[in-house]
């Protein structure tokens, strides 16, 4: 497995991206302003329990907050980023991830809102591939595939965490032990799941593991995102810039065929900047596609950029990871949450991974992880306000 320990965002540090990059990244857009403080606060994490499972499991919520009305929420169940509360243009701050207010609801059925997804994410044909002349099989969940890690994915589990405090930054540990056979997946993988927030407005989401057996792995996180708010209808008017030139072909339930298109004169090309609502209309249900990212080498690297007009909130995105998978909420549906009703379009997702069926599919990146290796991620949003 390619273990990409370069640009990695250890507990002691925090990365920064690039400012030169950033700038490039967002110059379609209006000239970014720092976030306004509003009531102002302290770089802290706290923490206390959030609630406990049917099974009288106890679960934890840490709030991480900077001096820019900028927080975050992580929940130790299935390390779910559970809250992001942004200020938009006139420090008015409002909650921009769906998700849930109690327990009960992160419990409950949804489509892994903020979930911490692994051991493998996205899909799987057929929920087989072949290790070690050893072929294994994962729960099907998805039509024909397994999607997400399987029907009890990472996203489900409980993490044990720790608080972090730096000196310019704040966060939260959470590790997990999957055993081996769980899921179907062979050897005992330790995994941690690391999140951090600085005073630059840069939250990140940073993954390491180590196995006892030859695994796949393809850690994402699976946020969904509105930058006018959750609950305010549709992102039909957020602009996205990705940093890809071509996305994977897929075959008619969602797996790739191989085959690597170039996005240009097709409603997938954001290498300039588009309205997500734009072209969807030329999607079916709308996009839920696979991006190469171009200048990945395994260090933090631009990926994306969305702006939303109405509010003036923008995030960008760098990643360690080679895809990045753009998906627009195509299938949510009544579903009742924080801040509202969600309906299809409501929200989007940028989540960075390894190529969907990668474990299938000799000619793209491995995910494979051995005994004696380290697998190491790294993914920044930064938020800003114009």
């Excluded at 329990?49 to 679960?59: A, C, H, R």
């Excluded at 969602?254 to 690597?260: C, L, R, S, W």
């Amino acid at each position: 497995m390619r273990v990409h320990s370069a640009g990695w965002l250890c507990c002691a540090a925090l990365v920064a991206i690039n400012c030169s990059q950033r700038t490039a990244l967002a110059a379609e857009a209006p000239a970014a302003k720092t976030i306004s403080p509003g009531s102002k606060t302290t770089l802290d994490v706290q923490h206390k329990e959030f609630g406990k499972t049917k099974d009288g499991e106890t679960v934890e919520i840490y709030t991480l907050t900077n001096d820019h009305g900028l927080s975050a929420q992580v929940i130790t169940y299935g390390a779910i980023l559970s809250s992001v509360r942004q200020p938009d243009r006139d420090g008015h701050a409002a909650e921009i991830t769906l998700g849930y207010d109690d327990l009960a609801g992160w419990t409950g059925i949804h489509p892994y809102f903020g979930g911490t997804i692994g051991r493998f994410a996205n899909r799987i044909a057929k929920g087989k591939f072949t290790l070690d002349s050893k072929q294994y099989t994962v729960p099907i969940n998805n039509g024909p595939n397994s999607l997400h890690g399987g029907v009890q994915g990472f996203d489900k589990r409980i993490w044990q965490a720790e608080p972090i405090k730096q000196a310019d930054a704040v966060g939260v540990k959470l590790t997990y032990l999957s055993k081996d056979g769980e899921e179907g997946f062979p050897g005992n993988l330790q995994v941690t799941t690391t999140y951090l927030l600085n005073n630059k407005n840069e939250l990140s989401f940073g993954y390491m593991a180590t196995t006892d057996k030859a695994t796949p792995i393809n850690l994402t996180n699976h946020a969904y995102w509105n930058l006018s708010g959750a609950g305010a209808g549709k992102i039909d008017q957020h602009q996205l810039k990705l940093q890809a030139d071509q996305f994977l072909v897929l075959d008619d339930v969602q797996i790739p065929t191989g085959e690597m298109k170039s996005v240009a004169g097709t409603p997938l090309d954001f290498t300039s900047t588009h309205a997500l609502g734009e072209r969807i209309g030329k999607m079916g249900v709308g996009y839920d596609h696979c991006y190469v990212l171009r200048n990945q080498t395994g260090k933090l690297a631009p990926a994306a950029t969305v702006y939303d007009p109405k509010t003036g909130r923008g995030m960008d995105i760098a990643t360690t990871q080679p895809g990045i998978q753009l998906y627009t909420g195509n299938y949510l549906e009544n579903i009742k949450g924080r801040g509202g009703v969600f309906d299809k379009h409501d929200a989007f997702c940028l989540e960075t991974q390894h190529y969907p069926d990668a474990v299938n599919q000799p000619k793209f990146p491995s995910t494979i992880l051995h005994p004696g290796e380290t697998y190491k991620q790294i993914t920044v949003h930064t938020f800003w306000a114009k």
